[in-house]
């Protein structure tokens, strides 16, 4: 495309064409339609890389959030799933907070493209589970917070891409237990809370136990850690129920005086059954040959002598 013609060039001289040339090229630019990726959502504000999208009644995450933010909060929306590749674009996101929505179900892929992702808030939301491949798109997260949801469990896989995770929040959900695998793949983990949730302190607790003794100072508020039930340790911490409570977690199920029981008493139940069949058996087949032999049969007469001689009376 030639920015002067051939008049203009002999009737301006090459300073001037070059200044017409830049004028073409401003105005070009300015005529070209924004990248809707790399403005700001209408309903939220941005300011030098945060989105804040908070209290704007939300249902659903903007799908035209700006591709250079590096803070993204949408506390207090109206927010019910995280759908597949929610945040495709937002490569250089630091910070998502989703706080007071009323978040379900995160799809197994909601996270994806958010590998520089440090701190994510879920709390306050409806979860009642995590699938184990939710955090694989968040390899650099330390800040981890679900804090006061529905969660009735954890799989034991569902932090095991998280090496650099600092601190985890688990307060106030539904959970009763945790495997000790759980805290196996958290090597950076250096706070976590884990109060107001119904521990069920039975044997199944004893992992925890056994983790929290050891890990006391990761545990801000460790007293306030307690027993749901049974009753009689309700309100209890988990940590003062002492090693002792657990003596008989390790008790085999059967004791050697059972097994010689049940090896006593198998064969004799079977043989006992076997003599029971056979003499019902037997039974039942000398009824029936009781019967056959009290039952006869009598052909009715039919000729006029018989006929006779039956009608006659019996002597007497």
Not at 300 to 314: G, V
Request: aromatic share 6%; with cysteine; net charge neutral.
């Amino acid at each position: 495309m030639a920015w002067c013609s051939r008049n203009q060039m002999l009737l301006l001289p090459a300073k001037g064409c070059r200044m017409l040339q830049t004028g073409y090229i401003f105005i070009a630019v300015l005529l070209l339609p924004l990248s809707p990726s790399s403005g700001c959502p209408a309903v939220c504000s941005c300011s030098l890389g945060e989105v804040n999208c908070m209290d704007r009644r939300l249902r659903l995450v903007p799908d035209d959030l700006p591709v250079n933010a590096t803070t993204i909060l949408l506390d207090y929306n109206s927010i019910a799933v995280l759908q597949n590749r929610t945040f495709m674009g937002q490569h250089k996101l630091q910070r998502l907070s989703l706080h007071s929505n009323v978040i379900m179900s995160v799809h197994r892929q909601a996270l994806v493209g958010l590998g520089e992702l440090e701190e994510l808030d879920l709390s306050g939301n409806s979860l009642t589970i995590l699938l184990p491949e939710t955090f694989f798109p968040v390899p650099s997260l330390t800040v981890l917070n679900l804090g006061n949801n529905k969660l009735v469990s954890l799989d034991p896989e569902l932090l095991g891409a998280l090496p650099h995770l600092q601190t985890l929040s688990l307060h106030g959900n539904a959970l009763t237990s945790l495997s000790s695998a759980f805290f196996e793949n958290l090597p950076a983990l250096h706070s976590i809370k884990l109060d107001n949730n119904p521990w069920v302190c039975t044997c199944g607790i004893e992992p925890l136990f056994q983790w929290l003794t050891d890990n006391a100072d990761k545990v801000p508020d460790l007293k306030s850690v307690s027993c749901k039930l049974p009753a009689p340790l309700a309100q209890y911490s988990i940590i003062d129920i002492g090693n002792e409570s657990f003596a008989h977690c390790h008790e085999p199920w059967l004791l050697p005086h059972d097994y010689a029981f049940f090896l006593l008493i198998g064969p004799s139940t079977f043989l006992a059954s076997i003599c029971t069949c056979v003499l019902v058996g037997s039974i039942a087949v000398a009824c029936t040959k009781m019967w056959m032999a009290s039952y006869t049969y009598q052909r009715p007469p039919t000729t006029r002598a018989e006929r006779q001689r039956a009608s006659r009376p019996a002597c007497r």
